[in-house]
């Protein structure tokens, strides 16, 4: 008996393109098994299907119905004869926001849908920012995260270009400086704490020269952790373009876990789908 060729071998289909509008019609598009058929899930529950052609791309069109306001999760299986289903490895994760208000004269926001492409491990990828400004960025520097503990030793993260300097200040003191790694991706802890109230941060990204080519400057403020939650949580300030979903996988390496998140800020986070920059949350251990 002969092991099938590796031309015989089945991909795994994956996605591509993601573009959702605020009113929850989408366009997805991404790779499978040339001639295969492609099933789009919602949760687990069929919402559309589509084939991929002989070079192996579908695209696939959500209009009727569209996707309905809050939170959703789309993975795709694809179906080919005589082989057992493949579901993809990635997830689409998308933030629909809530309608106008009914009776308005005018939009009270121009909220947009976040839309990111999730791996099974590793950083997501943010492919439609939930507003036309996005989430903190000058050129290739992006804040992602600012958040800290008890104590007030803070974590900042974000992107940068592979390789360049970052470096942080608070109160326009140097706090900490470090390179991006080869994903892009930074991560700044600066040896002193912060002290209790408000402050401005501000990230440089560095020339080889020294000289800072982007820089992005944010408010933020330091409060006091509750007693019953100092030792066991660290506190999240949250900036423009967070969600609980992509906070989750920063700090615990899952976005899974972001109804942890929900469930020990309850007080502050009326709609799980909904938060704002400015908010101060905990972030609780995860066993």
Do not use: C
């Amino acid at each position: 008996m002969t092991s099938p060729a590796p031309s015989e071998a089945i991909a795994t289909p994956s996605f591509d393109i993601a573009r959702i509008g605020p009113d929850g019609r989408a366009v997805v598009a991404g790779r499978a098994a040339p001639g295969a058929k492609v099933v789009l899930l919602d949760g687990g529950k069929e919402i559309a299907s589509g084939v991929a052609d002989a070079r192996g791309e579908w695209v696939i069109i959500v209009q009727d119905p569209p996707l309905g306001s809050g939170q959703h999760e789309l993975r795709v299986i694809q179906h080919v004869e005589g082989r057992a289903p493949v579901t993809s490895d990635q997830v689409v994760v998308a933030v629909v926001p809530q309608p106008p208000t009914a009776g308005a004269s005018t939009p009270t926001s121009k909220d947009e849908t976040l839309v990111m492409i999730a791996p099974p491990a590793g950083p997501a990828t943010l492919v439609q920012p939930p507003s036309a400004a996005g989430v903190p960025k000058s050129g290739d520097l992006v804040i992602s995260t600012v958040d800290y503990d008890e104590r007030g030793h803070a974590t900042i993260s974000g992107q940068a270009a592979p390789g360049t300097t970052v470096r942080a200040y608070v109160d326009d003191k140097i706090v900490a400086e470090g390179i991006a790694g080869p994903d892009g991706r930074w991560r700044l802890t600066p040896a002193n704490p912060v002290d209790q109230g408000k402050h401005t941060l501000r990230v440089d990204r560095l020339a080889k020269d020294g000289k800072p080519v982007a820089r992005l400057e944010l408010p933020f403020e330091r409060v006091a952790v509750p007693t019953a939650a100092a030792g066991d949580r660290k506190r999240l300030y949250v900036v423009r373009g967070d969600n609980l979903w992509n906070i989750a996988r920063a700090h615990y390496g899952t976005g899974w876990h972001h109804t942890k998140i929900f469930d020990a800020n309850k007080d502050q986070i009326r709609d799980p789908d909904l938060i704002y920059p400015g908010q101060v949350f905990s972030l609780p251990k995860v066993d």
